[in-house]
Each structure stands twice: as structure tokens, then as C-alpha cells.
T-cell receptor
Framework: GNSVTQMEGPVTLSEEAFLTINCTYT??????LFWYVQYPGEGLQLLLK?????DKGSNKGFEATYRKETTSFHLEKGSVQVSDSAVYFC????????????????FGKGTHLIIQP | DAGITQSPRHKVTETGTPVTLRCHQT?????MYWYRQDPGHGLRLIHY???????DKGEVSDGYSVSRSKTEDFLLTLESATSSQTSVYFC???????????FGSGTRLTVV
């Protein structure tokens, strides 16, 4: 079956540091890949996505590149802020249309990111 | 997200009682999902629906049932709540081709 593995943390960084959160996946087909962010007490928000190999998703200074050869989708940001403190989830979807369907999303366990001023 | 609402937001119930959580969407999306979020497990799929009256089981469906009588509503029922079902429950919606899933704000359920 499908699975997603990501570092769980907590990951603690100083403001303006470089961020990498690793994510690797196992899938039988050609999944779409996602990063979701969850701020304290809130639901999940889509941060970025990539739907095919070599695609780069980006949003709010975060980036991730779909690497089929290494089955990875690592999240990066050049300079983090205190407001980036949250839990980050890597996820995949292998539905036929990749927009929804029988299998929904398969999530990693989440990475708790703490940014100190 | 304003297009998807969950109710109640918080609930405390006793072991053995039935509980129903509601997910309501205004986006007319075809697919709806129920997930539970637990520390150390991330989010796991309980049940999903691919149309009115069309539902199927996810990874952790034991002890849960669902119903979808209208496009906009997806109900999750715990027939006899147990302490192991204490969790945060999230509903999500999606539509084929738009490559995105929208999540509700969650329901925090405590079974005592």
C-alpha cells in the first residue's frame, strides 16, 4: 500500500534559519504530492502541491520538488519566521484524477516546527 | 474554510453512548472524507463518500458508520463510543481534477 515517511520532530530553529523537512513516499502508481500546514487549534491548510515528476510547488516562500527517482518531496524555506511555527504534513493521493477519489490522502505523521525569535 | 463546516466543534460523551458528527459543504464537491488525527499517527482515513448514498471504508473504519443522503452532508456515527475513539475528527472534500482537498476545522471528541 501507499505510505509517507517524514521526520517527526519537534524541529526547533531560530528565526531566519534555513528549513528542510524531509518527506519520502511509497506508492504503486504516479501520485500527486502535497504539503499541508496546521496552525495550533486549526484545521489543515494546503501549503503547496505537485502533480507530476520534477514539478516544483511553491507558496509563501516554501518550496518542494517532486523527485520520482528518489521518491521524495522535501519541504524547504530559505528564512523561517516565528509565524511559521506549526505542524507540517506531507501527503500523497493516487486517485485516478488526483483531485479526489477512492483513496483520499495518505498522510505522514506530521512534523512539529518551532521557530524561536 | 467557509465552504465546509463541522459540528459540533467540541463534544464530551460517555462510553457506550452513540455520537453523530456532521460535515456540511457548500461547494457541491463530489467526494467527502472523514479522518481522525491522533498524536504519533498523523491523519488516518475512516470512511469516504464518492456520491449520494455511495460510501466505502478507509483504513480505520471499525466502530464507525457513515451516511450521505444529500450531496452537502456527510455524517459520521459512533454507534457505541469507546475511549479509544477520543480524537480530533476532520472532514474533507474534493472534486476530481482540481488537485486539492479542503479540510474543515475539526471536531474534538472526548469519550469518558
Amino acid at each position: 500500500g501507499n505510505s509517507v515517511t517524514q521526520m517527526e520532530g519537534p524541529v526547533t530553529l531560530s528565526e531566519e534559519a534555513f528549513l528542510t523537512i524531509n518527506c519520502t513516499y511509497t506508492a504503486t502508481g504516479y501520485p500527486s504530492l502535497f504539503w499541508y500546514v496546521q496552525y495550533p487549534g486549526e484545521g489543515l491548510q494546503l501549503l503547496l502541491k505537485a502533480t507530476k515528476a520534477d514539478d516544483k510547488g511553491s507558496n509563501k516562500g516554501f518550496e518542494a520538488t517532486y523527485r520520482k527517482e528518489t521518491t521524495s518531496f522535501h519541504l524547504e524555506k530559505g528564512s523561517v519566521q516565528v509565524s511559521d511555527s506549526a505542524v507540517y504534513f506531507c501527503a500523497l493521493s493516487e486517485a485516478v484524477y488526483s483531485g479526489g477519489g477512492a483513496d483520499g490522502l495518505t498522510f505522514g505523521k506530521g512534523t512539529h516546527l518551532i521557530i524561536q525569535p | 474554510d467557509a465552504g465546509i463546516t463541522q459540528s459540533p466543534r467540541h463534544k464530551v460523551t460517555e462510553t457506550g453512548t452513540p455520537v453523530t458528527l456532521r460535515c456540511h459543504q457548500t461547494e457541491n464537491h463530489r467526494y467527502m472524507y472523514w479522518y481522525r488525527q491522533d498524536p504519533g499517527h498523523g491523519l488516518r482515513l475512516i470512511h469516504y463518500s464518492y456520491g449520494v448514498k455511495d460510501t466505502d471504508k478507509g483504513e480505520v473504519s471499525d466502530g464507525y458508520s457513515v451516511s450521505r443522503s444529500k450531496t452537502e452532508d456527510f455524517l459520521l456515527t459512533l454507534e457505541s463510543a469507546t475511549s479509544s475513539q477520543t480524537s480530533v475528527y476532520f472532514c474533507a472534500i474534493s472534486e476530481p481534477g482540481n488537485y486539492g482537498y479542503t479540510f474543515g476545522s475539526g471536531t474534538r471528541l472526548t469519550v469518558v
